[in-house]
């Protein structure tokens, strides 16, 4: 009997679970399906890294943090917070990092505590010594620790300071130095500050010590070097570049720079601070930190870069710091590209980087067991698998914004209406005739047709990439994205105007979003758009939309759906992806105890 009891609880408890499963999920349908409740940081810039007890820890935008044993494999690891992260020290057997309003603390690297009381702490740096750490804020203030969890605030000074941008330690004295060839110094753990003469009005972005002395970079060519913090002399690196960082490691100096194009990536060596030469780097993307630790150089910026000579550099870790702009998924891979810098990933989670280059890449799709990308200058490059990349001959000049795969042609769009294509995988391209010459900023394919758009609400369709219909006009505004449903185009303007097509060719307006918008995505029944400040939102009819914020406020340049989930990927290297906080549960009676 009591069996028998037992098993009608049992029953009754299931079914209950089951119909309270149903009716919540039903609730939240819209969200569920899109499996968009939550976003986690998948890639971004580093902006510091540091090493200590055999651990080495970067840390970036948007709280992103990566870790590492042996500095050639990594893997992100969960900060706990969404700030952007400036500066991490190790000292004291202690991880700590500060950003935004934010300190958080680490002895190991993996599991991290957001400190309790750090909320007047804006800091921008952090360095370790004398048995404290010392933060600093850009304003003129540092603030102390024995423990990394209570902070003691002094001011540098009770004058208004210019923008300080870099704390160091050595010899016993603390050392700032920032805007104007502004150096200040501390012997006393940061009590009282003692101003010291640059000789410059440069701005200083970094400060180190080693083989005796202080070094600080910045840009004009400066170098400076003290023995004391307090009296300085000024050299020229004679590299006419802005050096970013410096470190000092086994006898050698080495620095980064720039903080423009021509010169990001670049990494300079010198036996004393005075004579410099230039390395060659394999990355033209910018780069923020350099470390020496565990009998390795190491450099964080949009890759990771390590060296155990200085001259031999490889990537150890894929990212990027300029904003990504197009990606493609197909074949179990997902593309992204960030200018010139691809990277490639099989989950979405773990990103590989695969080549970097000068052009800059705007669109792309997979057909047909092929990735091919446009770009600036007319540029296309193929790949079969999202590694080995081939760059082909388009014949053009002008730049190219989109790409789409349909019916076995790939038909890429540009500036001045310009529209070409390829039926042999990219390999070759022929130009069409559109009648126009606004700027095709967006191309998708469905139901026999492509549809592109752009610039001036312009609107163009065409069965087979050649032959394309005159153009029509549906919004005042660029239109910045166009997808395909199953059923209808989608597409949306720069100012949030959601418009909806069955054939293409007749649209009407379905929603105003009203706010900026860059890119559209579709899959799993959702329509996800991306813009500006963090926005995205999200729709299963194209009328009714619903707002995500996801922890971000980077600007989402690019949408894709890949891995079953959706990707925002844009400022600062950044790669989001949704993640389902509440996962379907499949209850298995046989291993619950009902019968």
């Known amino acids: 009997m009591e069996n028998d009891v037992m098993k009608v ?6 079914l209950s679970l089951v119909v309270f499963l149903i009716l919540f999920f039903t609730l939240n349908s819209s969200a569920q399906s899109a499996g968009i409740e939550e976003w986690k940081v998948r890639s971004a810039d580093l902006s510091s890294i540091a090493y200590g007890n055999g651990i080495y820890v970067a840390v970036g935008s948007s709280g992103y943090l990566v870790r590492s044993t042996d500095g050639t494999k990594w ?34 690297g993996l599991k991290w505590t957001r400190q309790s009381e750090d909320s007047s702490i804006y800091a921008n740096s952090i360095t370790y010594g004398n048995g404290i750490f010392m933060a600093l804020e850009s304003s003129g203030n540092v603030h102390t620790s024995p423990d990394g969890i ?3 605030e002094h001011a540098i000074s009770a004058l208004s300071l210019p923008y300080l941008s870099d704390i160091g330690y050595g010899a016993g004295t603390f050392v700032v130095v920032g805007y104007s060839g502004a150096v200040w110094s501390s012997s006393n753990n940061g009590s009282t500050w003692f101003q010291g003469n640059s000789g410059s009005t440069a701005t200083l972005w970094s400060v180190t010590y080693g083989n005796a002395e202080f070094v600080a970079v910045g840009e004009s060519d400066i170098i400076l070097t003290s023995a004391n913090g307090t009296t300085w002399f ?6 006419s570049i802005t050096l970013m960082d410096i470190v000092y490691g086994n006898g050698i100096y080495v620095a980064i720079g720039g903080n423009s194009s021509s010169d990001a990536g670049n990494i300079y060596t010198s036996p004393n601070a005075t004579n410099w030469s230039e390395e060659t780097s394999p990355t033209t993307d910018f780069t923020f930190s350099v470390i020496y630790g565990g009998g390795a150089y190491l450099i964080a910026g949009g890759p990771v870069l390590r060296s155990t000579n200085t001259t031999d550099w490889t990537i150890v870790h894929g990212g990027a710091t300029r904003p990504f702009f197009a990606s493609a998924s197909g074949g179990g891979v997902m593309v992204a590209a960030a200018g010139g810098t691809f990277l490639s990933s099989t989950d979405g989670i773990r990103w590989t980087f695969r080549r970097d ?34 760059s082909r001959l388009t014949g053009t000049s002008t730049g190219l914004e989109s790409v789409a795969f349909g019916n076995g042609t790939f038909v ?27 700027t095709i900023r967006a191309i998708t394919y469905g139901n026999g047709t492509f549809v592109a758009v752009g610039s001036g609400g312009t609107v163009l369709t065409s069965a087979n990439g050649a032959a394309w219909s005159p153009p029509l006009s549906i919004s005042s505004d660029e ?11 989608i597409s949306v303007d720069w100012n949030g105007k959601v418009f909806a097509s069955v054939t293409g060719t007749s649209w009407t307006q379905t929603a105003d979003l009203a706010t900026w918008i860059h890119d559209l995505a579709y899959g799993k029944g959702t329509l996800v758009a991306s813009g500006a400040a963090g926005t ?18 980077s600007w989402f340049y690019d949408a894709c759906f890949a891995f079953n989930s959706f990707f925002m990927l844009g400022t600062d290297g950044t790669i989001l992806q949704s993640v389902s906080k509440f996962p379907w549960i499949l209850f298995n009676p046989a291993t619950t105890g009902v019968n």
């Open 9 to 14: 609880i049992l029953r009754v408890s299931y």
């Open 479 to 489: 239109l910045r994205g166009v997808v395909y449903t199953g059923s209808k185009f």
């Open 357 to 390: 280059g000068t052009d800059s890449y705007s669109g792309g799709d997979y057909g047909n067991g092929t990735f091919v990308f446009a770009g600036s200058s007319g540029a296309i490059i193929t790949s079969p698998d999202g590694a080995v990349w081939t």
């Open 234 to 239: 000024k050299f020229s690196s004679g590299l």
């Open 75 to 108: 893997s992100a690891v969960s900060s706990g917070i969404t700030d952007d992260l400036y500066d991490i020290v190790y000292g004291g057997n202690l991880f700590v990092a500060v950003g935004g309003s934010s300190v958080i603390t680490s002895p190991d």
């Open 536 to 553: 995205i939102l999200t729709s299963s009819d194209a009328i009714n939309w619903d707002s995500h914020y996801p922890g971000s406020d």
């Open 412 to 438: 890429a769009g540009g500036y001045s209406g310009l529209i070409i294509r390829s039926s042999d995988n990219g390999e070759y391209w022929y130009g069409t005739t559109t009648g126009t010459s606004a």
């Open 150 to 152: 209570h902070w003691t």
